[in-house]
């Protein structure tokens, strides 16, 4: 049987992969047989601006190096981009075409421009480049397939800049189930495209997210990921309103981070409207002698024992994911939530008996889901199943505690305390408690019959309220010995662990039947990272 043929086409890819106006943009080619290489820039937005076309760019074809995957391809650059001051601030997409026996080849490369001093556009775009170069298989293992180390100069794969259009461009599914994932194997097949262009890459997310937003008239200045380590006066400045993380963007160095996380402190916006946001950290490393940008990204990731920095004291840049105590610097820091404990909820050995995803808390309900103040309030929720009247008194606000008490058991000293009336339709309960009804002396009570219950409206609910003050109670009916409730005076709902924080959570105190107050309950547990 004869050999199969490998299919030829050109490649290349430019360096560097961020430039600002007036500097220079290498682009490096291997054309096959040595053709002529047509070469178009153009900058993608709401359309497609044409700034720069060469129809015949002498070029010589270079084999890919066996190792290009981790140490780069190192080919010549045949044509060098002068960066005209009026180009926009954007993604450049370069286009390479050849004629190969009357077919016409084409492949694509891309370079970013970073905005002038003078750009007055309130909004900034970080690319997920780190994300699509950690998944990037060409010249051999990503760091989903093997290495520990990728290098940002060599092409991008089949899939991870252009996609003709069809049915099953990204893994992700938004149209009917598809749990064989058919359509999508079936389009990276059809159009002979890398396994991994599904899940990363420029025409994913990040180009139809700028298409829209420039075409409702959104104006945004766009970067790199790296250009966050690399140039932190872009967010330091204080000429922008909003960072914007798009997609999927997955890989996060530290400083980046450092970037982001001071423009927030100083009052910046951010939006992630991305998933798996900072779950590893990176390192970009190997700069040139002169100064640049780097040419490599480090990441241990599962095998973070082997990181050289492990148990050292750079062991704050460990490759390892962000929510791991060996950093103790969880994702949700910067973004809000943990997609640790909520994307991945039951993935792996997180959080398999969880809820599958996250809790989300209404704001209509009384509690807002905004970081709580030591000074906040929470308005107070119905009043719980066990009290003696339908008569309420109006309830005094909850005060947040900006640290946890100590936690404190509401559970009787004696067991010659009766138990309290119990409901025979009790309700929505808080997580992980068992029906009251099934309580083996629920039946027992000598008031079982006589209290008044009070149903809960409709909109309550174990996920409904974050925080809250109960209603107090009245004075208990007259026994001959004062009611003790075994029962939670307050609870709160349980949320995906590392997505709460010390600032978010309250502390409640409640006044019992027989008039005297309980210590504050807490069902918040300490944060565990993996």
């Known amino acids: 049987m004869a050999p199969a043929t490998t299919f030829e086409t050109v490649t290349g890819y430019c360096w560097p992969q961020s430039v600002a106006a007036g500097e220079s943009v290498a682009l490096h080619l291997s054309s096959p047989r040595g053709l002529p290489v047509t070469v178009e820039v153009a900058r993608i937005g709401a359309g497609r ?34 960066v005209d001051p009026a180009w926009q601030s954007g993604y450049y997409e370069v286009t390479l075409e050849v004629d190969l026996d009357g077919k016409r080849r084409r492949n694509h490369a891309f370079f970013v421009v970073r905005p002038a001093s003078t750009s007055s556009a309130p909004i900034l775009l970080a690319l997920s480049t780190n994300t699509w170069h950690a998944y990037n298989d060409f010249g051999g293992p990503s760091l989903y397939t093997g ?38 194997v079936g389009y990276l097949q059809l159009n002979h495209l890398s396994a991994w262009a599904g899940s990363a890459g420029w025409p994913d997310w990040e180009q139809p997210f700028l298409a829209w937003a420039e075409a409702n008239g959104y104006a945004v ?17 204080g000429r922008y309103a909003l960072y914007l993380s798009v997609g999927h963007d997955e890989y996060w160095s530290g400083p980046m ?19 798996n946001t900072a779950f590893w950290q990176v390192r970009l490393e190997d700069r040139p002698e002169g100064g640049g940008p780097a040419t490599t990204m480090i990441g241990y990731k599962d095998r973070l024992a082997q990181d050289p920095v492990f148990g050292t004291d750079r062991q704050h840049e ?4 962000w929510s791991d ?60 199943l066990w009290a003696t009247s339908a008569t309420a008194a109006p309830s005094p606000t909850a005060t947040a505690s900006p640290t946890p008490p100590a936690r ?45 219950i009070i149903p809960p409206p409709s909109s309550a609910s174990p996920t409904a309220t974050p925080c809250s ?36 959570s309250c502390a409640v105190s409640a006044p019992r039947p027989d008039g005297r107050t309980a210590a504050p309950r807490r069902r918040a547990r300490p944060q565990h990272a993996t």
């Open 221 to 237: 200045d766009v970067v790199t990921n790296a250009d966050l380590e690399d140039h932190p006066d872009l967010l330091a400045s």
């Open 469 to 504: 003050a109960p209603t107090p109670h009245p004075a208990a009916a007259p026994w001959s010995r004062p009611a003790r409730p075994t029962g939670l005076t307050a609870w709160t709902a349980v949320t995906p662990r590392s997505s709460r924080s010390p600032t978010t």
């Open 318 to 321: 460990l490759t390892t994911i």
């Open 408 to 452: 404190t058991a509401l559970r009787p000293r004696s067991r010659s305390w009766p138990p309290p009336p119990l409901p025979t339709s009790p309700g929505p309960q808080p997580p992980g408690r068992p029906n009251p009804t099934s309580h083996p002396r629920s039946s027992s009570s000598p008031a079982a019959s006589s209290v008044p």
């Open 49 to 82: 601006t044409v700034v720069f076309g060469e129809p015949a760019v002498p070029a010589d074809h270079h084999a890919t190096p066996p190792n290009a995957a981790a140490h780069g391809c190192h080919w010549p650059a045949p044509l060098t981009l002068d």
């Open 257 to 275: 981070r450092d970037t982001v996380e001071n423009f927030i402190a100083h009052g910046g916006n951010a939006a992630f409207l991305s998933g």
């Open 147 to 184: 290495n520990t180390q990728v290098s940002l100069q060599r092409p991008m794969s089949p899939g991870f800049l252009h996609k003709p259009p069809g049915h099953g461009r990204r893994v992700t599914v938004v149209g009917p189930p598809d749990p064989q994932m058919a359509g999508h």
């Open 325 to 384: 105590h060996l950093l103790g610097r969880p994702e949700n820091r910067m973004t809000g939530v943990s997609f640790t404990r909520g994307g991945y909820h039951r993935i792996g050995k997180r959080v398999t008996a969880g809820a599958g995803g996250y809790t989300v808390h209404r704001t209509d309900t009384g509690c807002s889901t905004a970081p709580v103040s030591p000074t906040a309030t929470c308005s107070a929720p119905p009043p719980p």
